[in-house]
């Protein structure tokens, strides 16, 4: 049995909208993935290279100016489609999408059966497999669950449309899939939740020195782990693995008398509480006590919104909300390091450091509930989220659609007047005489504090 592929009928007026004669345009399908169903949330144009020497920040970063002679206006073949721009797009957009929801495949516009075309197909197939390749370099991102990927093909001549699966291995079978574009939306169970950071990270003193970059890389590793170890609960309890949403909702609605109120019940977001492992120290074993230079902090809130279809499971809203919760951090580290034009090596005076990464904004989707995400360095507005909308999403969006208090910056002076205080780490009187068995924080070399801070102010519906 092939998969079956539901898709809202906005979504094929944006198909066409896209159809020009004599050129083809290519894009992403974004949406969620439940055993042989999909659910489409969104169809996102991939857009053209600036020019033909470019690089990865240039997707969201460069703008055409006059003295640019080599833009690419159109694809006038399916050959000439740049398949690493089109991986590069789907991992920026990967960071937008909200846990669970991944990108599914792609679709592509042309003025013929594209996808009924043997060379067509294999240059189709290695676009797939390098979107499979870039995200699995990129595994924090969590978008390369999928062993399988879709290709829509829109006729835009003949207004027809065929979709088919490809498996991402070396086989690279191509199988029919069935796509269908109806006018009911597609129901979606909304998951909210506040996650808590406030964890020390010593940087060893006998290690060889590593960059920021590094560092950080390390810290978004082991919060991965520690996540991915999370119990959850929901609604204040932790449910069976097979259970189902609806069942948590029905509850709901009877607690609160209103069984003939679908609609405000399913408006009302379910509260998920994430319980992270104890760090347990236990005497009965030897204790070894390592030298460390410098420390890095990882403290703040980060808010969690997540959707999961109408007949998912208890399983897959946990995996859901794991997800967007280390894509979200991953999302922000990664972002912050590759805005960092120095090293951070400070001055003898300066034994602190603040960091604030970019922190999250929602964006509702056009006649959905479903909200996407971007991130905001401190000073940007809601205007660059709208830019970064435009040029990844090919969404315009009023202003006043961005949800952009969920989370506030941060307060340098709040934490840089805290630096004198609680910094130095006590680890107990040790009786050896060897000073190097003494663990400091501060006072040694330089401490480096990076604090990643998002405040939520969570507005609950």
């Given at each position: ?360 904004v929602l964006i509702a989707l056009p006649e959905s509930k479903v909200t996407l995400s971007d991130y905001l360095f401190p000073g940007e507005g809601p205007l660059e989220a709208l830019l970064s909308l435009q040029e990844l999403l090919d969404l315009e969006v009023h202003e006043s659609n961005v949800q952009k208090d969920i989370e506030l910056q941060a307060d340098p002076i709040e934490f840089y007047s805290q630096s004198d205080v609680d910094i130095k780490a006590d680890f107990g009187k040790d009786s050896c005489d060897n000073q ?26």
């Amino acid at each position: 049995m092939g998969r079956t592929v539901y898709a809202e009928e906005r979504l094929h007026n944006y198909l066409m909208s896209l159809a020009k004669p004599n050129e083809y345009t290519i894009g992403l399908i974004l949406g969620q993935t439940a055993g042989q169903k999909d659910y489409i949330v969104h169809l996102a144009k991939t857009p053209l290279p600036v020019g033909k020497n470019v690089v990865e920040e240039t997707l969201i970063t460069s703008k055409p100016n006059a003295q640019q002679k080599d833009v690419e206006s159109c694809i006038k073949s399916v050959k000439d489609i740049n398949e690493s721009w089109v991986a590069d797009h789907a991992k920026h957009v990967t960071r937008m999408l909200p846990g669970g929801m991944q990108v599914l495949g792609a679709f592509i516009v042309g003025p013929d059966d594209t996808i009924n075309d043997n060379m067509n197909i294999q240059k189709l197939r290695s676009i797939l497999m390098a979107i499979h390749k870039n995200l699995a370099q990129n595994k924090y991102l969590c978008g390369n669950n999928n062993e399988e990927q879709l290709i829509l093909n829109l006729n835009s001549v003949s207004q027809n449309y065929t979709c088919k699966s490809v498996e991402i291995n070396k086989s690279g079978t191509v199988k029919p899939a069935e796509w269908k574009f109806q006018g009911k939306a597609t129901k979606w169970h909304q998951l909210e939740s506040v996650i808590d950071f406030d964890r020390l990270f010593l940087i060893d003193a006998n290690k060889d020195p590593e960059t920021l970059k590094k560092q950080l890389q390390d810290i978004l590793k082991s919060m991965s782990d520690i996540i991915e170890s999370s119990l959850i609960a929901i609604e204040g309890e932790v449910k069976s693995l097979d259970d189902t949403l609806e069942v948590i909702t029905k509850d709901k609605k009877e607690e609160k008398g209103c069984k003939n109120n679908e609609k405000n019940t399913n408006d009302k977001p379910i509260q998920i509480s994430l319980y992270t492992p104890c760090q347990v120290n236990n005497t009965s074993f030897n204790v070894r006590i390592t030298p460390c230079n410098a420390s890095i902090r990882l403290v703040g809130q980060l808010v969690s919104r997540t959707f999961v279809h109408q007949k998912a499971n208890i399983n897959e809203a946990n995996i859901a909300v794991k997800e967007d919760i280390i894509r979200s951090l991953a999302s922000r580290l990664e972002m912050h390091w590759d805005s960092l034009i120095d090293e951070e090596n400070g001055f003898p005076e300066e034994n602190i450091t603040l960091h604030e990464p970019p922190r999250r904004v929602l964006i509702a989707l056009p006649e959905s509930k479903v909200t996407l995400s971007d991130y905001l360095f401190p000073g940007e507005g809601p205007l660059e989220a709208l830019l970064s909308l435009q040029e990844l999403l090919d969404l315009e969006v009023h202003e006043s659609n961005v949800q952009k208090d969920i989370e506030l910056q941060a307060d340098p002076i709040e934490f840089y007047s805290q630096s004198d205080v609680d910094i130095k780490a006590d680890f107990g009187k040790d009786s050896c005489d060897n000073q190097q068995s003494r663990v400091y924080i501060t006072g040694i070399s330089i401490a480096v504090i990076i604090l990643i801070i998002a405040i939520l102010i969570h507005k609950f519906n």
